[in-house]
């Protein structure tokens, strides 16, 4: 039910096309894992639940299965890698897929993006308190030029009333060649009481996303 494949040595979860992979979903996969005797394996996924991430790895951790969470492109980055091809995604052969255009997308590992919130009255503040990349040949070529790991983001963008459909971007912050850091802290006022989702987007220096849904209420 929970394993949808494997590739390799590892079973492979792939989580909803409509809603964040969250740590319920996780703890079923690992389950599933331990019954079918796997003890690796990849979960997918395009959003990731607030909670999911270190949490997730060490339950896996703790029920002897090495978890890897990888963030699948969204279709608009998809399209995006591959101007200037003439294709209709869905028509074409799944070897021609493998042979010809895999080379242009990438499915990253995802990163461990901690974001510290507050809420005060009707404002909230978001503030990212780290990232960490999981280690490449490329992270491994600039990791002596970098002091603080959040130095790798390139790009962060807020969508503040996430509805879990169409991402909307409401607040943001990149790096320019004057100051080539993102602000690390976000604010923002709601008018009206109530719960929210918050979805942050973070882009980071070799273009790969990571995003987290968050949960607020304002009173």
């Known amino acids: 039910k929970y394993l949808h494949g494997r590739k390799g ?7 909803p096309l409509n809603a964040p992979v969250t740590m319920e979903e996780i703890e079923k996969v690992v389950i599933e894992c331990r019954a079918n005797n796997f003890n690796k394996a990849y979960v997918l996924g395009w959003e990731w639940s607030y909670e999911v991430n270190e949490l997730a790895k060490n339950l896996a951790r703790k029920n002897g299965v090495d978890l890897r969470l990888v963030q699948i492109p969204s279709v608009n980055e998809i399209k995006s890698l591959l101007v200037g091809f003439d294709l209709q995604l869905l ?32 404002e909230v503040l978001l503030k990212i308190t780290d990232f960490q990349l999981a280690p490449t040949a490329e992270l491994a070529e600039i990791a002596n030029k970098v002091k603080d790991s959040r130095e790798l983001i390139d790009y962060w963008a807020i969508d503040w009333n ?6 909307h971007n409401q607040w943001q912050s990149f790096r320019v060649k004057k100051n080539p850091k993102v602000d690390y802290e976000a604010k923002h006022k709601y008018e009206d009481a109530g ?21 607020v209420k304002i009173e």
């Open 91 to 122: 028509k074409i052969r799944d070897d021609v897929v493998e042979k010809e255009l895999l080379k242009y997308v990438k499915f990253s590992e995802v990163a461990y993006l901690e974001i510290d919130t507050k809420t005060n009255g009707n």
């Open 9 to 15: 040595e590892r079973a492979v979860h792939i989580g």
């Open 162 to 167: 996430y509805k879990g459909d169409t991402f």
């Open 195 to 215: 719960e929210y989702q918050i979805m942050v987007k973070v882009i980071d220096v070799f273009g790969n996303d990571t995003n987290k849904v968050l949960k």
